[in-house]
């Protein structure tokens, strides 16, 4: 359970989070809003990358103002640029490295890595270099990265934004199939079809909380009137 | 391939060979050949370059090691040549590339996370200075990811200055590269934090 409790931030003086209450539990939740509503940045307080300037995250009752360690090891974040998420060298490295230090021996690493690259068709690109993959591949990447460490929480920030159509349905499938809990940022609103719930966000605030179809004619209408 | 484009996946004993034995192995090779004769020392060089083959290395990645390699030793042996005589001229060029090559071979052979792990276990002595070695060899790891960010980057600025009709002189491409690098950096550093690489 992600337990949001009056969050407020702030970038260089302009609030980009507006007391923020919220309690995500659902199994599939999506968060939408225009660029610049602050949805990035309530994602990143999710897992602590963020910590905001008033108010409280916690997941699991961890606070990520103290527990931010503990909480990443539980939610797991995957950003819309895949490059800049890459830290290694080779593909497979670059898996290896999320379980760096999590105590398990060499041959269940390899196992657990090799698991992980089929399941997102990169067996095949185990020791090729993670910057000549292609776009899809490497948001493959940056996901398998990211799951290998079997987090409880997927926090996805727009993963589809530099995706073909083809690549945006096999990330789709993938975040469908997943049994974890995932929370996604988009901006591709049929991706949401079949979410349990969805926050449309504005100005730093949550202005819509409900069914996926409300919430996207929701947020077609704000922008409607904004345009 | 690495991020470098130089490990090349396959099944040679050498392949297979732990990193420190390689790089213990081109130390000897490395000192033998510096005390070689010059014909001797051509003859290294020669064995060096058949290794390739035999290594499953395609020929393109010999002449990949060799090419930036080839003005140099063409502006040395005409120095050594014209200075000490074609004999010296002969003999330091082969041991350059013999050294060369044999290096070039362990590098092709070896992945970039057997070479930090080694790297991480030479370092461990750091402790003592306060230096943690998992750290040190994930720098150095970092460092080598970030060769082909820096050269997108300045492929990037180069076609973003074409497409706009302007020449792409190094000093109109060095301000985006630079600013790009920082924001790659920080990404980076934001990508690290949250797989829990702080």
């Given at each position: 359970?992600?337990r949001?409790?009056?969050?407020?931030?702030?970038?260089?003086?302009?609030?980009?989070?507006?007391?923020?209450?919220?309690?995500?539990?659902?199994?599939?939740?999506?968060?939408?809003?225009?660029n610049?509503?602050?949805?990035?940045?309530?994602?990143?307080?999710?897992?602590?990358?963020?910590?905001?300037?008033?108010?409280?995250?916690?997941?699991?009752?961890?606070d990520?103002?103290?527990?931010?360690?503990?909480?990443?090891?539980?939610?797991?974040?995957?950003?819309?640029?895949?490059?800049?998420?890459i830290?290694?060298?080779?593909?497979?490295?670059?898996?290896?490295?999320?379980?760096?230090?999590?105590?398990?021996?060499?041959?269940?690493?390899?196992?657990?890595v090799?698991?992980?690259?089929?399941?997102?068709?990169?067996?095949?690109?185990?020791?090729?270099?993670?910057?000549?993959?292609?776009?899809?591949?490497?948001?493959?990447?940056?996901?398998?990265?990211?799951?290998?460490?079997?987090?409880?929480?997927?926090?996805?920030?727009?993963?589809?934004?530099?995706?073909?159509?083809?690549?945006?349905?096999?990330?789709?499938?993938?975040?469908?199939?997943?049994?974890?809990?995932?929370?996604?940022?988009?901006?591709?609103?049929?991706?949401?079809d079949?979410?349990?719930?969805?926050l449309?966000?504005?100005?730093?605030?949550?202005?819509?909380?409900?069914?996926?179809?409300?919430?996207?004619?929701?947020?077609?209408?704000?922008?409607?009137?904004?345009? | 391939?690495?991020?470098?484009?130089?490990?090349?996946?396959?099944?040679?004993?050498?392949?297979?060979?732990?990193?420190?034995?390689?790089?213990?192995?081109?130390?000897?090779?490395?000192?033998?050949?510096?005390?070689?004769?010059?014909?001797?020392?051509?003859?290294?060089?020669?064995?060096?370059?058949?290794?390739?083959?035999?290594?499953?290395?395609?020929?393109?990645h010999?002449?990949?090691?060799?090419?930036?390699?080839?003005?140099?030793?063409?502006?040395?042996?005409?120095?050594?040549?014209?200075?000490?005589?074609?004999?010296?001229?002969?003999?330091?060029?082969?041991?350059?590339?013999?050294?060369?090559?044999?290096?070039?071979?362990?590098?092709?052979?070896t992945?970039?996370a057997?070479?930090?792990?080694?790297?991480e276990?030479?370092?461990r002595?750091?402790?003592?200075?306060?230096?943690?070695?998992?750290?040190?060899?994930?720098?150095?790891?970092?460092?080598?990811?970030?060769?082909?960010?820096?050269?997108?980057?300045?492929?990037?600025?180069?076609?973003?200055?074409?497409?706009?009709?302007?020449?792409?002189?190094?000093?109109?491409l060095?301000?985006?590269?630079?600013?790009g690098?920082?924001?790659?950096?920080?990404?980076?550093?934001?990508?690290?934090?949250?797989?829990?690489?702080?």
């Open positions: 359970m992600i949001l409790e009056n969050v407020t931030h702030a970038y260089e003086g302009r609030r980009v989070l507006c007391d923020i209450s919220v309690e995500l539990s659902e199994h599939r939740i999506g968060l939408i809003g225009a610049g509503s602050g949805k990035s940045t309530l994602a990143r307080t999710l897992n602590g990358l963020v910590v905001p300037d008033s108010g409280r995250v916690s997941v699991d009752g961890l990520t103002r103290t527990d931010a360690r503990a909480i990443r090891r539980r939610v797991g974040f995957v950003f819309s640029d895949a490059d800049t998420q830290i290694m060298p080779t593909v497979a490295e670059d898996v290896e490295i999320g379980l760096r230090g999590s105590g398990l021996d060499r041959a269940e690493i390899r196992k657990r090799d698991a992980v690259l089929a399941r997102h068709g990169l067996a095949d690109h185990r020791d090729h270099p993670a910057h000549l993959l292609s776009g899809g591949q490497k948001q493959m990447l940056a996901l398998a990265s990211v799951l290998v460490t079997e987090p409880d929480v997927l926090v996805c920030d727009e993963p589809t934004t530099l995706l073909d159509l083809r690549n945006v349905r096999v990330v789709e499938q993938i975040l469908r199939g997943l049994p974890q809990q995932v929370i996604l940022l988009t901006h591709h609103l049929d991706v949401l079949g979410f349990d719930r969805v449309v966000m504005d100005e730093g605030r949550i202005v819509f909380d409900g069914d996926p179809g409300e919430a996207v004619d929701f947020y077609v209408g704000l922008m409607d009137r904004r345009s | 391939m690495t991020s470098l484009g130089l490990y090349v996946p396959g099944r040679t004993p050498l392949h297979r060979a732990p990193a420190g034995v390689k790089l213990a192995l081109l130390l000897a090779v490395v000192t033998v050949v510096v005390l070689l004769p010059p014909v001797g020392a051509a003859v290294a060089a020669l064995v060096a370059a058949a290794l390739y083959p035999l290594c499953g290395l395609p020929s393109h010999l002449w990949g090691v060799l090419r930036p390699l080839l003005p140099f030793l063409a502006l040395i042996a005409l120095f050594q040549a014209v200075t000490a005589g074609p004999q010296v001229a002969l003999g330091v060029c082969a041991r350059l590339a013999a050294a060369v090559l044999a290096a070039g071979l362990v590098t092709l052979t992945r970039v057997e070479m930090l792990a080694l790297f276990r030479l370092a002595p750091l402790r003592l200075v306060g230096v943690r070695p998992d750290w040190a060899a994930l720098v150095l790891a970092l460092t080598v990811r970030c060769v082909p960010m820096v050269a997108a980057a300045w492929r990037g600025a180069r076609e973003a200055c074409l497409a706009r009709g302007i020449r792409p002189r190094p000093h109109r060095v301000v985006p590269v630079v600013v690098m920082v924001r790659s950096a920080e990404a980076l550093g934001e990508a690290m934090s949250a797989r829990g690489l702080d």
